[in-house]
């Protein structure tokens, strides 16, 4: 009797290690399939992580040419616009009367949308006067332009800026100035777009608060209204403890009277 006892533990024995063991096994396996998961969502993390870099910075780029041709569409309008002056000029010698002050008249119209005709001081092409600078360097002789009331020369210099070194400390700045040159001209429409630049692409740069302000100065000029306090309201909620958002908070609290 006894050894039937010991038999049947030493089966029981048998069966409960061999139990063991699968389970150990079992586990093993587990434990190595929830590594292996474990690391296919890491690198599934990381190539999500790499294409958005991508796209960030293809969309970046994409904005960098579009700022050229309108860069380049500006600079030909400039330059379509010196030949008429300068074809009407020439008509006007030879004819007399009316038809002289006529041609005149047409020819000193200021832009549509009002705009203030710039001062031209670039003697050369930012891409020559700028090649040896720092952005800094860039940043302040395009400000100093900029002081001057020489909005072209300054647009071009900050632009250039830009395009050469967007990732500079300065950029954001200089995308903030781009739309304070066409605001002084009160060129609204142009100046709004330039302003949301710097909103989109620096939203954490010093610059941002202020740059909602004024886009939401210029749709307020622009008759834009109801765009204009959306975007002072959204100021005030973002930054709250801004300079920009007291102001925002004083146009808001003056309904009816000009908002520019």
Not at 99 to 120: C, H, M
Not at 132 to 149: C, G, I, Q, R
Not at 251 to 258: N, T
Request: hydrophobic share 35%; glycine share 6%; with cysteine.
């Amino acid at each position: 009797m006894k050894f039937c006892i010991a038999i049947r533990r030493i089966r029981v024995g048998l069966l409960l290690g061999v139990t063991f063991l699968a389970l150990t096994a079992a586990s093993g396996c587990a434990s190595n399939d929830t590594g292996k998961l474990k690391d296919d969502v890491d690198a599934l993390k990381n190539q999500v992580w790499s294409l958005q870099k991508q796209t960030s910075e293809l969309n970046l780029r994409l904005a960098y040419v579009n700022d050229d041709l309108s860069y380049l569409t500006e600079r030909v309008g400039e330059f379509e616009e010196r030949e008429y002056r300068a074809h009407a000029s020439s008509q006007g010698k030879k004819e007399k009367g009316g038809a002289l002050k006529e041609i005149q008249t047409a020819a000193s119209e200021p832009p549509a949308d009002g705009a203030n005709q710039p001062e031209r001081g670039f003697d050369t092409p930012p891409e020559s006067r700028f090649k040896d600078l720092s952005p800094e360097e860039m940043y302040k002789e395009s400000l100093v332009y900029f002081n001057k009331k020489d909005y072209s020369s300054a647009v071009a210099g900050f632009n250039y800026l830009i395009r050469r070194h967007p990732g500079a400390s300065v950029a954001p700045n200089a995308q903030y100035w781009i739309g304070e040159a066409f605001f002084e001209q009160k060129r609204y429409l142009r100046a709004a777009e330039e302003f949301r630049k710097v909103t989109a692409r620096y939203p954490g740069a010093p610059k941002t608060a202020d740059a909602m302000l004024k886009t939401a100065q210029c749709k307020l000029a622009l008759d834009q209204t109801a765009e204009g306090e959306e975007i002072l309201k959204e100021l005030i909620n973002k930054h709250p403890d801004s300079a920009a958002a007291a102001t925002a908070k004083k146009i808001m609290e003056r309904p009816g009277e000009p908002k520019n």
